[in-house]
């Protein structure tokens, strides 16, 4: 296993469209988070993933935004209506929780969105 | 909410100087503490962690002690490189509910020849 893996790496895209990011993570993980970063900034939390389930949403995850694990796999970020505020980079990180304990989070490269 | 304070960069230095990047976090609970760091066009990467009081993280050179009385996890380095340019991250992990990270502001390091 590489590590976690992010597609597209970049993505330019007209303001009003939308947009779909996919993130693999490590094979064995069953976490897996989604942050955003904007220039100058830490990464902020957007939300998490155990298996399929999403446990927990960031008041920063407007109505436009979606996040989906179907199969506890891969999961997609979906942005619609896009708009100039929402370019930033987006990543995605897996960790593994088993018997009450965590590992540390492994990131992505990210994908860079930049709305035009 | 749980919360991490950095020192602002950015941060100049010459190459064999000793570094020093400060951090303290706010938390309700017991957290894992971190330093991450992200070279220019890549992504985030571990570099040390701690868990628990009075542990160390090292890695590559750099160190970091996680002092509970003082809420500190401050990064050091005793001789850096020009490769050691980068941006460096402070951040926490919770111990319950979704073990997410909250990250600080980050603080970028620049070592010159």
Known sequence: ?116 | GDSVTQMEGPVTLSEEAFLTINCTYTATGYPSLFWYVQYPGEGLQLLLKATKADDKGSNKGFEATYRKETTSFHLEKGSVQVSDSAVYFCALSERTGGFKTIFGAGTRLFVKA
């Open chain 1, 1 to 116: 296993d590489t590590g976690v893996s992010q597609d597209p790496r970049h993505k330019i895209t007209k303001r009003g469209q939308n947009v779909t990011f996919r993130c693999d993570p490590i094979s064995e993980h069953n976490r897996l988070y989604w942050y955003r970063q904007t220039l100058g900034q830490g990464p902020e939390f957007l939300t998490y993933f155990q298996n399929e389930a999403q446990l927990e949403k960031s008041r920063l995850l407007s109505d436009r935004f979606s996040a989906e694990r179907p199969k506890g796999s891969f999961s997609t970020l979906e942005i619609q209506r896009t708009e100039q505020g929402d370019s930033a980079m987006y990543l995605c990180a897996s960790s593994h929780r088993t018997g009450g304990m965590n590992t540390e989070a492994f990131f992505g490269q990210g994908t860079r969105l930049t709305v035009v």
